[in-house]
């Protein structure tokens, strides 16, 4: 596609559940990555998928938060048992060689 | 420790009025500098992408600036209209890493009629 796909666009669960999120990146970027930004807060990097080398996992708060990615395609952030302070918006942004990071609407999580 | 802050944290201008907004990093080794613009709701997108050599870019009414040797830019507002509310993010790239991306933590523009 022309840009970066998240999905869903919202999510509400309850308190206890399991979440996951998916991003379609674009075709041929070998680089993406996870962040989060909690309401009127900066972003905050989770997870970052180069190519087919090991992710950069350090941003994962906790071990609830799990991030896959096959290759060079499509990413999914889990996260399991989710809590109230796991409220936030969820944005995948991809990038390619030479090429500029391109950011996606987002995913706005909402746990009640 | 690589950092990025950005000021003001909010600025409330009239319509048709300039703004400059500033960012400061402390990021080593430097890539590159962007700005994005983040519409409530929306994913951020970006505005200008400045390298080490570059001290200034256009783009339509904004335009940034860069000094590599203070490790300041800021990013300067035209004429502004009310679409420009928004958040400003301030985004620093370092050379040759696995988190490449470090993010100011922007700066909220309310630009009224």
């Known amino acids: 596609g022309a840009g970066v796909s998240q999905s869903p666009s919202n999510k509400v669960t309850e308190k206890g559940k399991d979440v996951e999120l998916r991003c379609d990146p674009i075709?041929?970027?070998?680089?993406l990555y996870w962040y989060r930004q909690r309401l009127g807060q900066g972003l905050e990097f989770l997870i970052y998928?180069?190519?087919?080398?090991?992710?950069?996992k350090s941003g994962l708060p906790s071990d609830r938060f799990s991030a896959e990615r096959t290759g060079e395609s499509v990413s999914t952030l889990t996260i399991q048992r989710t809590q109230q302070e796991d409220s936030a918006v969820y944005l995948c942004?991809?990038?390619?060689?030479?090429?500029?990071?391109?950011f996606g609407s987002g995913t706005r999580l909402t746990v009640v | 420790k690589n950092q990025v802050e950005q000021s003001p944290q909010s600025l409330i201008i009239l319509e048709g009025k300039n703004c400059t907004l500033q960012?400061?990093?402390?990021?080593?080794?430097?890539?590159?500098l962007r700005w994005y613009k983040q519409d409530t709701g929306r994913g951020p997108v970006s505005l200008t992408i400045?390298?080490?050599?570059?001290n200034t870019k256009s783009n339509g009414r904004y335009t940034a600036t860069l000094d590599a040797d203070t490790k300041q830019s800021s990013l300067h507002i035209t004429a502004s209209q009310l679409s420009d509310s928004a958040s400003y993010i301030c985004?620093?790239?370092?050379?040759?890493?696995?988190?490449?991306?470090?993010f100011g933590g922007g700066t909220r523009l309310m630009v009224k009629p």
């Open positions: 400045m390298t080490f050599s570059e």
């Open positions: 942004a991809s990038s390619g060689r030479g090429r500029g990071y391109t």
């Open positions: 075709s041929g970027h070998t680089a």
């Open positions: 985004v620093v790239s370092v050379n040759n890493a696995g988190n490449m991306l470090t």
């Open positions: 960012c400061n990093y402390t990021v080593s080794p430097f890539s590159n």
């Open positions: 998928f180069q190519g087919n080398s090991a992710p950069d």
